[in-house]
T-cell receptor, first 113, second 108 residues
Framework: DAGVTQSPTHLIKTRGQQVTLRCSPK?????VSWYQQALGQGPQFIFQ???????QRGNFPDRFSGHQFPNYSSELNVNALLLGDSALYLC????????????FGSGTRLTVV | KNEVEQSPQNLTAQEGEFITINCSYS?????LHWLQQHPGGGIVSLFM???GKKKHGRLIATINIQEKHSSLHITASHPRDSAVYIC??????????FGTGTSLTVIP
């Protein structure tokens, strides 16, 4: 199955540290979106990458940054971690030319202690 | 006020019951998605709607564009349907707005 793959699945970091999360999109998809889901909340849009550039950004501070590689995979970086950054981070891939068929990964559970 | 509102927030049903989850949205949309999230996090896209009604097995999704309202129905509910169901509006600006989800528990 060539669905969306995220790594790692779980991660524990200390406040102030930096973290990198990774996402491989579904085969054939060229757009990657990242979401943060706090416990008991719906996902919140962080940003979207297309053609290796940030195309859209949600209401997140500059501590959250990303990157998209030529193979369409993507990284989410969070600097100076805060306890409030503890959440499930979801990646979704899609094809830029259509507005349906979003495929979500299983997420990375980040715990900041 | 959230752009996407779901109700109810929590729902407990007996196995076999007919279940309805409602979603109202305030943004202009190009499509509305119903998503299913099981414990542990993974999200599965159930439906994408831009008009009318879609059916997949025991699941039915409807949307009324004029009223900005959508419903997800589950017929003959089963314990394996227990999950969080999320309504997500995909607006014309290429961005998702998510509801906070409806936590469904189906009791045998």
């Amino acid at each position: 199955d060539a669905g969306v793959t995220q790594s790692p699945t779980h991660l524990i970091k200390t406040r102030g540290q930096q973290v990198t999360l990774r996402c491989s999109p579904k085969s054939g998809h060229d757009t990657v979106s990242w979401y943060q889901q706090a416990l008991g909340q719906g996902p919140q849009f962080i940003f979207q990458y297309y053609e290796e550039e940030e195309r859209q950004r949600g209401n997140f501070p500059d501590r959250f940054s990303g990157h998209q590689f030529p193979n369409y995979s993507s990284e989410l970086n969070v600097n100076a971690l805060l306890l409030g950054d503890s959440a499930l981070y979801l990646c979704a891939s899609s094809l830029s030319s259509v507005d349906y068929g979003y495929t979500f990964g299983s997420g990375t559970r980040l715990t900041v202690v | 006020k959230n752009e996407v509102e779901q109700s109810p927030q929590n729902l407990t049903a007996q196995e076999g019951e007919f279940i309805t989850i409602n979603c109202s949205y305030s943004v202009g949309i190009s499509a509305l998605h119903w998503l299913q999230q099981h414990p542990g996090g993974g999200i599965v896209s159930l439906f994408m709607l831009s008009s009318g009604k879609k059916k997949h097995g025991r699941l039915i999704a409807t949307i009324n564009i004029q009223e900005k309202h959508s419903s997800l129905h589950i017929t003959a509910s089963h314990p394996r349907d227990s999950a969080v169901y999320i309504c997500a509006a995909f607006n014309t600006g290429n961005q998702f707005y998510f509801g906070t989800g409806t936590s469904l528990t189906v009791i045998p």
